[in-house]
């Protein structure tokens, strides 16, 4: 028979390093993977989807790492070279997710980008079946997380795809939706078990208002909408749509209005500047949808251009709120983190218009210091009223201080 005392000694004995050992989980899983800290500012990168769609391959990817750091777009913050939807293989007989035959060597690949100080993105959804009909992780989900951890994958798009036909079976919307967030919580989970830092990057187009339950499912940002596409009047409904979320977003939780399209051809240089600045603005992930090895001149100036990325990737993480909308006339502001404010007086006319604003409209008292960014240049102090001629769906984009 044990002694009382024995039993003590042998609970201790086995409950210590238990305890030690739950408790070192735990810190591991805080401290590694999806906090914060993996998108303190929203992520800045690119991604093949909009340009390339399913012709992307291994050396296309090269090519896009190469000019990223050759256009200086590393050097302005862009980091991540995230390659979407069309990488899929077959599993193996252990249900192992494989490439196709566009990606030879996804670890080899991982090696590369990381060599130019770049990361990499990889893409997949809840569902059987990707949004074009490859091989998606349900039921594999921790077997996948480890598989990008082993490549050396540092994002995650998870987009919501065929899981609807699951959600659509499940018998009530209440069902359905505790469907979605289980399956985006199990695979944050399979992330964090990993150990691997990895953004986690919801896609469900933005469907049970994600803002409100995207942060407890481990999201870093999640779609708010549907796709983008080229076109000046699908990129401002979906722009001037985010009205209302600013107070979702923060430091490691983003809104996503999808992916740039500067560059693509479809918009004038008015057009993708307002694309551009209202980005910017909503503190919106900056990922560029555009070839980098062919761009020109005047594509590259824009994706690069500091002031406007500073805005973006403001520390204090505020999302801007729409100030007024009068009729075609649309103006923006998002305070900064010295106490300046950004603010974007949008034009939605085809022609140019005189735009009046006030400086008290956005909380200043007396005379203010103002910047034209994309003019780069200070209109030194005013008073308090500012009218100004916008170009047809174009942007003057301010940087106004006390
Ligand atoms: C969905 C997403 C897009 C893209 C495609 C890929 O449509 O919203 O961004 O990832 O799938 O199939």
């Known amino acids: 028979m044990l002694k009382r005392s024995d039993l003590r000694t042998v609970i201790l004995a086995v409950a210590a390093p238990l305890m030690a050992f739950a408790l070192t989980l735990l810190i591991t899983s805080i401290c590694a993977a999806q906090t914060p800290s993996a998108a303190a500012t929203p992520p800045m990168g690119w991604n093949s989807w909009n340009h390339f769609a399913e012709k992307i391959d291994d050396a296309t990817v090269r090519a896009q790492a190469d000019s990223m750091v050759s256009s200086g777009m590393r050097a302005a913050g862009y980091v991540y070279i995230n390659i979407d939807d069309t990488w899929e293989g077959e599993r193996d007989a252990q249900g192992v997710i494989r490439t196709n035959s ?118 870093n940002s999640w779609r708010t909408t549907g796709d983008i596409s080229d076109s ?18 923060g430091p490691g939780h983003w809104n996503d209005p999808d992916m740039l399209e500067v560059g693509n051809g479809k918009m004038n240089l008015e057009e993708y500047r307002t694309h551009m600045s209202l980005w910017a603005l909503l503190a919106a992930p900056l990922l560029a949808g555009n070839d980098l090895s062919a761009m020109k001149p005047e594509t590259i100036a824009m994706l690069t251009n500091r002031e406007v990325i500073a805005i973006d990737q403001d520390p204090l993480g505020k999302q801007a709120d729409r100030v007024r909308a009068e009729g075609s006339q649309e ?65 003057v984009l301010l940087r106004v201080s006390e």
């Open 102 to 219: 566009k990606f030879p060597d996804m670890k080899a690949l991982a090696d590369y980008v990381h060599g130019k100080g770049l990361k990499l993105g990889i893409y997949s959804t809840p569902g059987p079946k990707t949004c074009a009909g490859f091989a998606g992780s349900y039921g594999h989900e921790e077997q996948d997380a480890q598989t990008y951890a082993a490549w050396g994958i540092d994002y995650l798009k998870y987009d919501l795809c065929s899981f609807d036909k699951i959600m659509g079976a499940a018998g009530s919307p209440e069902a359905a939706h505790k469907l979605m967030v289980g399956a985006y919580t199990k695979m944050h989970k399979a992330l964090l078990t990993t150990g691997r830092p990895m953004v986690f990057s919801l896609c469900q187009y933005g469907a049970d208002a994600v803002w409100r339950w995207g942060p407890s499912v481990g999201g």
């Open 232 to 249: 000046y009047e699908r990129m401002t409904n979906i722009g001037f749509g985010q009205a209302g979320l600013s107070k979702f977003a």
């Open 331 to 395: 103006i923006w502001a998002r305070p900064l983190a010295d106490g300046s404010k950004a603010v974007g007086i949008f034009n939605r006319f085809d022609w140019p218009q005189t735009i009046e604003i006030s400086f008290q409209e956005f909380g200043f008292k007396g005379g203010v210091k103002v910047r034209d960014i994309w003019a780069s240049k200070d209109l030194g102090t005013m008073p308090s009223d500012y009218k100004m001629r916008v170009p047809g769906h174009g942007v």
